[in-house]
Nanobody
């Protein structure tokens, strides 16, 4: 059974940091590119960051460049998103996604709220 379980969300003040994690099971993690998406209330889901299956290449939305870092550990089947200097506009539900040429899997999301 395929599972992607996000954790690490919560309430943080502007300028603070959070680290999200996504634990994968039920598929060969090292063969999948991984991404983090987010969806704010009333907005479409948007790509935040992505990383290739081997971890050699990453990409970021312009809005998070220099503040967020995506990484993965293929030995532990996890992908992480380190988020620094958080802003109120980063408030959203954050989802991880696994994708290869045939399949796409989504987690259920974790809420991140940036507020004073």
């Amino acid at each position: 059974q395929v599972q992607l379980v996000e954790s690490g969300g919560g309430l943080v003040q502007p300028g603070g940091s959070l680290k999200l994690s996504c634990a994968a099971s039920g598929f060969t993690f090292s063969l999948y590119a991984m991404s983090w998406y987010r969806q704010a209330p009333g907005k479409e889901r948007e790509l935040v960051a992505s990383i290739t299956n081997g971890g050699g290449s990453t990409d970021y939305a312009d809005s998070v460049k220099g503040r967020f870092t995506i990484s993965r550990d293929n030995a532990k089947n996890t992908v992480s998103l380190q988020m620094n200097n958080l802003k109120p506009e980063d408030t959203a539900v954050y989802y991880c996604k696994a994708r290869n040429s045939r399949w796409t899997y989504w987690g259920q999301g974790t809420q991140v709220t940036v507020s004073s």
